[in-house]
C-alpha cells in the first residue's frame, strides 16, 4: 500500500481557483491516459472526453454551469456517456437495432464516465494539482449538447477542471460513518439520534470559518433545499435524454426545440 497515496485521497479538497500557469502537454497527456486506463463496464469504454481549449465555447460552457470560475484558469474537459461510437462499430457489423439506448447500456455509460472523472482527479491531486468536478454543466444539458455537437447515444455526464492550485480551501468534513457504512443491511435507525445534530454543528462551524464564503449553514439545511429546488432545465434531463436517443422503451413528450 502506498501510503502517500492514501493520505492524498484522504485530504482532498475541491479547488476552484488556479494559477494562470498551463500545464504542460506531457501532463494533460498523462491525464488523458489515466482517463483511457480507468476500469470499464462489459469492455465496452463506454466514455470519451472533449478537452475545451476555445475560449468562446469556455464562457458558454461557464454560463450554463452558472459558475464564473468555469471560464476561468485550469484545463477544461467535458466527460461524456458515449455509446455513439459502439452503435457505429455494431451497425457496421449489421446489427442496427440494438440495445445501446437502454438503461442498462446508459447506467454502464454514467459509470464508465465517473470512474475515469475521478481517477484523473487521483492522478493530478497526486502531481500536486488541483480539481473540481463540474456536476453544474447538467443546467442545461441540452445547450450544452448543441454546444458540442454531440450526436445522439452521447450524454455530458461531468466536467472538470485540473490546474495549478492559487488557493487551499478548508477541508469540508464528511458525514459520520454510521450514516454512511453498514453491514448486511441498510440501517439509518442513527439518524433519528444525535448524529446528525452533531453532525450539523460540525458543518455550521465549518461554514463559519471557513477561508472564504463565509456563511450560516448545516447540512440538514442543504439537503432540505436540494430537495425542493431544482433548476429549470434539470427538469428536462430525462426528455435530453430522450432526444439523445436513449430508454427507446420509454415514453415521453418530445423536447421543445
Known amino acids: 500500500m502506498n501510503e502517500q497515496e492514501i493520505a492524498t485521497q484522504l485530504n482532498h479538497r475541491t479547488v476552484r481557483r488556479f494559477s494562470a500557469k498551463k500545464l504542460s502537454p506531457n501532463t494533460i497527456d498523462t491525464l488523458i491516459s489515466v482517463a483511457q486506463h480507468t476500469s470499464t463496464s462489459h469492455y465496452l469504454q463506454s466514455m470519451s472526453l472533449i478537452h475545451i481549449t476555445d475560449q468562446k465555447t469556455r464562457k458558454e460552457i461557464s454560463q450554463i454551469s452558472n459558475q464564473s470560475y468555469v471560464n476561468g484558469n485550469g484545463e477544461l474537459f467535458i466527460f461524456l456517456v458515449d455509446l455513439y461510437r459502439a452503435n457505429q462499430i455494431a451497425v457496421k457489423n449489421g446489427h442496427p437495432k440494438n440495445y445501446l439506448g437502454s438503461m442498462d447500456k446508459f447506467l454502464q455509460g454514467c459509470a464508465d464516465a465517473t470512474l475515469a472523472v475521478q481517477n484523473v482527479v487521483n492522478a493530478a491531486e497526486s502531481m500536486n494539482l488541483g480539481a473540481v468536478i463540474l456536476g453544474s454543466i447538467q443546467n442545461d444539458a441540452g445547450q450544452l449538447i448543441k454546444l458540442l455537437k454531440l450526436p445522439k447515444l452521447t450524454f455530458p455526464i461531468l466536467g472538470l477542471i485540473v490546474g495549478i492550485p492559487s488557493e487551499k480551501p478548508t477541508f469540508k468534513p464528511r458525514l459520520p460513518r454510521n450514516l454512511m457504512y453498514f453491514q448486511n443491511s441498510y440501517n439509518l435507525s442513527d439518524l433519528k439520534?444525535?448524529?446528525?445534530?452533531?453532525?450539523?454543528?460540525?458543518?455550521?462551524?465549518?461554514?463559519?470559518?471557513?477561508?472564504?464564503?463565509?456563511?450560516?449553514?448545516?447540512?440538514?439545511?442543504l439537503i432540505s433545499k436540494s430537495a425542493i429546488e431544482m433548476p429549470a432545465k434539470r427538469k428536462e434531463l430525462f426528455k435530453v435524454l430522450k432526444h439523445q436517443g436513449f430508454f427507446p422503451e420509454a415514453a415521453v413528450e418530445p423536447l421543445n426545440q
Open 193 to 221: 439520534t444525535s448524529s446528525l445534530q452533531d453532525y450539523d454543528k460540525v458543518i455550521h462551524k465549518y461554514y463559519e470559518t471557513r477561508n472564504s464564503n463565509r456563511r450560516q449553514e448545516t447540512f440538514s439545511h
